[in-house]
């Protein structure tokens, strides 16, 4: 069953073209239209055949699209926002799929149309791969998708937005914009930025260990890697406009590795094994919760 009969997605990378894909998959529109500003991401999204036109340019399909979805990097959703908004149809709705949302609702609400839909949305899925041929329509599935809609939002596109992503696989959750910017900064945020730290600390390392460094990658850096190898300028922009959330998570951050520093320091065993224990239980809980399995993973397809 269709959910609505245009849908428009700016942005072919990962997401772009996997809601692309999933929104075929699932007959969840009659039309899919898809804008990137590359004309080498519009060629590979032609060849995949998997909207009904392609181009750099969102104005031919903006104005008939019942659903806009912004699937760009933030910085470019806050650059073409004004634009979009501009353009859009009477009664239309306006999403996203960043993983910052209070400072675009902020943003938005400056230029936002009394008549359209605004409800900002965030997958929680990726990969470390990008680009439109990365998609695949099955990478929502099990996964938890956040809606964090403005108040007074119409209640009916609230509901027909969560039947759309959870059509696709996902589980939905509503929630406030700030809380949401502050649970990201725990579980995605931050621990990228220390992948992409020690990572860093991994190259300058190559000159001091002969290359040992990568010959002998342990499972812990090898994931650390693949985390690290995610969209530079995506992840530019989140650190940068979640601010405020990423700087409180990583403080906390660096007082607990001081902690543990002092402990290794003076041989605290004990110290150790408690907090070693407690988050041992977390990576359970996670398991438990659907989000990952416990077989071992090392070159796991």
Known sequence: MTLYYSV??????????????????????ERIYMADSSEEACR???????????????NPFIGTADLVVLA?????????????????????????????KYDLVKQFE?????????????????????????????????????????ENTDETEIARLTELWE????QVALMDARRHDIVLATTSHVPHLIAYTLVGTAIDMETVTANDVVKYSAGGFRD??????????????????????VL?????????????KRAIRWDNGETLMEHFSKTRD???????????TDKPDFGRE
């Open 8 to 29: 428009l997605i700016i942005g072919g990378g990962l997401i772009g073209s996997s809601v692309a894909r999933a929104i075929k998959q699932n007959n969840l529109a």
């Open 44 to 58: 590979v999204l032609r060849t995949l055949d998997i909207a009904d036109g392609v181009d750099t340019d969102f």
């Open 72 to 100: 760009t990097p933030p910085g470019i959703m806050k650059q073409i926002g004004p634009t979009v908004v501009q353009a859009m149809k009477t009664g239309a709705v306006l999403t996203d799929v960043g993983s910052i």
């Open 110 to 150: 400056t230029f936002m149309r009394s008549d359209l839909h605004f409800i900002p949305g965030h997958p929680i899925a990726g990969t470390e791969n990008s680009g439109p041929a990365a998609g695949f329509g099955e990478l929502f599935e099990e996964r938890w998708c956040i809606l964090t809609p403005p």
């Open 167 to 170: 059509k696709m696989g996902s």
């Open 224 to 245: 650390f890697t693949r985390i690290a190898a995610s969209d530079p300028e995506m992840w530019r922009d989140v650190f940068l406009q979640n601010k405020e959330g």
């Open 248 to 260: 409180e998570v990583v403080d906390r951050f660096i007082e607990d590795l001081s902690a543990l």
């Open 282 to 292: 977390i990576r359970r809980r996670i398991i438990d919760a659907g989000q990952d």
